[in-house]
């Protein structure tokens, strides 16, 4: 299977060049050529499998040239560090409500299903392009990208990684895990600015001729962790059939029914996986994008105008404190029917105006499929709070975006599926605010308080994590990324 760039459809790339590249020199994103399609047989083969098959059996389909044994052990080893049986347990809260569990992994959040593979997809790539050179990821995070890409990259053999984070915008649990990470190649980085101020520095660099020469002249390429990387995005695609197969395995649908999955969404990888699994056959009937109150795709799947002339929030969801949702250019494509002028344009428009229209037509075609809403800071906590008084189930922040939006309006009768991205854990003054209705701001103590209130356990990556050693410090203005990452390639 080929690969073009969303801004430019004339650029067509095998799956391990999409992977090595990242992004595409003109700035836009790699997407596949066309849709693979899942026959009766391959569903009935999927039920029968493991996590780690159906997510070689998939990614098998995109990528090619890898062969499915090869993908297999690429699976099993990145699944292998996760905590539990299942790496991605579907629990059901009712009849109609399940939560598809995605942060068993070794940094506790959703990144993980994807970050565990993609350093043995790009490393691979780089064998079939013959590329020998060195790699430099380089990333912005606005909370669990971070942690996960350099847990998953660490010591890796011929690439270095930097991460740019928010100074102000993560938790105190998110911060700790970053600057105590171990590994002889990996950096981080905090910026005085936001997520967007990081990941357009990031974008700028990838785009940079002058960029691209002065890491040459020490010997790296540049590739990314973002879900802009195809390697990212192709492996979440996985976890959405697979909570299909689960539903179907357990008796709660028949194959073929109509499943909703609702999102908690801020760069939209996340839901442009479900959709991408649409695409392959998964009976989709709403997918749901769930925004928090930097609402700014809630507005646009409303009005068909993304505008990012709003007021940035920092909430108790810093994963999703994003204003601009890169992932979305790829949806663009397709309903745009993949004219790369049009959605070069657009980004245009995004890039100099800082806003843009898709028009009614385009708008009404994303509205068959895409429902939307928000949560605000209250009707998070409300949420968390809910679950856990009414089921005993315990949610993160973020995943109680999603809860949220659906509570509020699910109407359908269908089942629906909320994707939940982080262990409670990783937020617990927050959570046990919720629920408890008292601030201990010490996260470490209110992990604890956490623990006898609900008798989760803390997982085991978040053990210890306030006894670790502090390696990175480095706090720097946001103009001033592009500088770090060359000081620091030259220092390698």
């Not at 250019?329 to 397709?334: I, N, S």
């Not at 009707?379 to 975006?401: R, S």
């Not at 046990?432 to 356990?457: F, M, N, T």
């Amino acid at each position: 299977m080929k690969y073009v760039s969303t801004r430019d459809t004339k650029r067509v790339v095998t799956g391990a060049q999409a992977i090595a590249e990242g992004i595409a020199p003109d700035g836009g994103l790699y997407v596949p050529e066309s849709f693979p399609a899942l026959t009766a047989e391959d569903w009935e083969k999927l039920r029968g499998m493991e996590y780690a098959e159906r997510a070689a059996f998939v990614l098998s389909l995109y990528l090619d040239e890898f062969s499915y044994e090869e993908l297999l052990g690429f699976a099993k080893e990145a699944y292998g560090r996760f905590y539990g049986e299942d790496p991605c347990p579907l629990v059901k809260i009712d009849e109609k409500q399940y939560f598809l569990e995605l942060w068993h992994g070794p940094t506790c959040a959703f990144k993980d299903m994807a970050l565990t593979m993609l350093p043995h997809l790009l490393t691979a790539s780089k064998r079939k392009l013959g590329d020998k050179g060195k790699t430099l990821i380089l990333t912005a995070t606005s909370g669990d990208t971070g942690k996960a890409a350099m847990e998953g990259f660490r010591d890796v053999d011929g690439t270095a990684i930097i991460v740019f984070y928010p100074s102000d915008g993560v938790s105190d649990m998110q911060r700790r895990q970053m600057i105590t990470q171990e590994g002889k190649n990996v950096c981080v980085c905090a910026i005085r600015g936001n997520f967007d101020d990081a990941q357009s520095a990031v974008k700028r660099i990838f785009t940079s001729k002058e960029a691209a020469e002065k890491l040459a002249a020490h010997g790296y390429k540049l590739s990314s962790a973002n879900s802009i990387n195809w390697g990212r995005l192709a492996p979440q695609i996985a976890y959405y059939i697979s909570a299909y197969c689960d539903l179907v395995n357990a008796g709660e649908i028949k194959q073929g029914e109509k499943v909703d999955f609702c999102v908690p969404t801020g760069n939209f990888g996340d839901i442009l996986a479900a959709y991408y699994a649409m695409r392959m056959g998964m009976p989709a009937g709403k997918l749901i994008c769930a925004s928090n109150s930097n609402r700014v795709l809630t507005d646009f799947f409303g009005t068909g105008k993304y505008d990012t002339h709003r007021k940035f929030v920092e909430t108790i969801s810093p994963s999703m404190d994003i204003i601009i949702s890169s992932n979305l250019e790829r949806l663009l494509f397709e309903y745009a029917g993949r004219n790369d002028k049009t959605v070069a344009a657009w980004m245009d428009a995004l890039k100099k105006e800082g806003a843009y229209s898709v028009g009614e037509e385009c708008l009404a075609r994303m509205r068959e499929l895409f429902d939307c809403g928000s949560c605000d800071e209250e009707q998070t906590a409300q949420t968390i709070a809910y679950y856990f008084d009414e089921y005993g189930y315990l949610i993160d922040p973020h995943t109680a975006v999603a809860a949220g939006v659906y509570l509020r309006g699910s109407e359908d009768g269908r089942p629906c599926v909320m994707v939940s991205t982080a262990n409670p854990y990783k937020f617990p003054a927050d959570v046990l605010a919720a629920v408890e209705g008292k601030r201990v701001d010490d996260p470490y103590a209110a992990a604890e308080q956490l623990c006898e209130a609900s008798a989760a356990e803390i997982p085991q990556p978040l053990k210890g994590l306030d006894k670790r050693a502090v390696r990175f410090t480095t706090v720097i203005d946001r103009d001033k990324i592009e500088d770090f990452v060359y000081e620091q390639v030259a220092d390698k």
